[in-house]
């Protein structure tokens, strides 16, 4: 059985996808719960958010994964921890045009993927550095010429740019990312990077899935296989002695 489910309303409520450990008590955990009913072909979900070109509603579908949202293969990587209860992973380093900003050298990071999430939010150091190096003016007036931001995981790179990161309106530009009180070195990715990437949430096998999300126009004007080609899966370079 494959379930798929529209958003009717830009935040509808704690659902309960996150992992047991996340959950108040078991009841609350939706995904196990339907899973051991054994209403699901299998024990996963796929979240696909749309952007104001599709003019349709974001989708998340439980047991199959929506194979006409993807528009590159799928990169598996396993989850580093379960105990925290988040779908998180190991994080290599964080890039901007490619470029390691060594964040990652002192000690392990981990991404967590996060849907309830409308920025890209983590430690305040880690943050401000990226402010930094992406350097977006409030006036938009580098809007040309602002940098790719990275998320280097295994030897793979999954990169987003300004139209995901940056909100852009008559007011100005805004950079999406929040810094967060907190030492651990988790990276909570949302809205802008799921708008980029179908994540792909796997409990039988313990593991995270990655594709290039197809939406019906890309804002460069290319097609969404070269913007796959370009912003997917290139090496990183540089700052990680």
Not at 68 to 81: C, E, G, K, Q
Not at 174 to 201: K, N, S
Request: proline share 4%; net charge negative; aromatic share 10%.
């Amino acid at each position: 059985m494959c379930l798929g489910i529209s958003i009717m309303y830009p935040f509808d409520g704690i659902v309960g996808l996150g992992m047991p450990a996340l959950s108040r008590s078991k009841d609350y955990n939706f995904l196990g719960n339907i899973a051991e009913a054994r209403q699901l072909q299998k024990d996963r979900f796929a979240v696909w958010l749309s952007k104001q070109v599709d003019q349709e509603d974001a989708e998340i579908s439980f047991g199959e994964i929506p194979m006409n949202r993807l528009s590159s293969d799928i990169v598996w990587f396993p989850l580093s921890s379960t105990v925290s209860g988040l779908w998180q992973v190991s994080l290599k380093d964080l890039t901007v045009n490619l470029v390691r900003q060594g964040l990652c050298k002192k000690q392990a990071c981990h991404v967590a993927f996060d849907t309830g999430t409308g920025v890209i939010a983590g430690p305040k150091h880690i943050i401000d550095v990226l402010k930094q190096e992406l350097n977006v003016a409030t006036d938009c007036s580098n809007w040309d010429e602002l940098p790719a931001l990275g998320v280097e995981l295994g030897d793979r790179v999954f990169n987003i740019e300004k139209y995901e990161y940056v909100q852009k309106s008559s007011e100005g530009c805004f950079v999406q990312l929040v810094a967060l009180d907190t030492e651990l070195p988790t990276i909570y990715l949302g809205t802008p990077f799921l708008e980029r990437y179908v994540t792909i949430y796997d409990r039988v096998f313990l593991r995270m899935g990655l594709a290039f999300a197809l939406h019906k126009a890309e804002p460069t004007g290319e097609s969404t296989q070269d913007a796959a080609q370009r912003l997917m899966g290139r090496q990183a370079l540089g700052k990680l002695e």
